[in-house]
Nanobody, 117 residues
């Protein structure tokens, strides 16, 4: 059974930082492209950052230069380092694992990030 478990969310002041983690189990992690998505109340889910099996990365325009995605295949974990957080970064952040060849597409339950003074 595939599980993606996010952690590291919380309440932080504007300008602060957080590091999210997503620990995967039940899948051959290194063949999956990984991503972080977020969904704020009343808004559609949007891509925050993605990292491929070959460590190519891409970011949503609103987080470029502030967020960094990385992965540790040995630990089956993907990270999202978030700096200079803004109130508009407030959302539930979800981890995604995707393998286009096999059709595997898995989601975690999410972790809440709230940026407020």
């Amino acid at each position: 059974q595939v599980q993606l478990v996010e952690s590291g969310g919380g309440l932080v002041q504007p300008g602060g930082s957080l590091r999210l983690s997503c620990a995967a189990s039940g899948l051959f992690f290194r063949i999956y492209d990984m991503g972080w998505y977020r969904q704020a109340p009343g808004k559609q889910r949007e891509l925050v950052a993605g990292i491929t099996t070959t460590d190519s990365t891409n970011y949503g325009d609103s987080v470029k230069g502030r967020f960094t995605i990385s992965r540790d295949d040995a630990k089956k974990t993907v990270y999202l380092q978030m700096l200079s957080l803004k109130p508009e970064d407030t959302a539930v952040y979800h981890c995604n694992a995707r393998n286009f060849r096999s059709g595997g597409d898995y989601w975690g339950h999410g972790t809440q990030v709230t940026v407020s003074s």
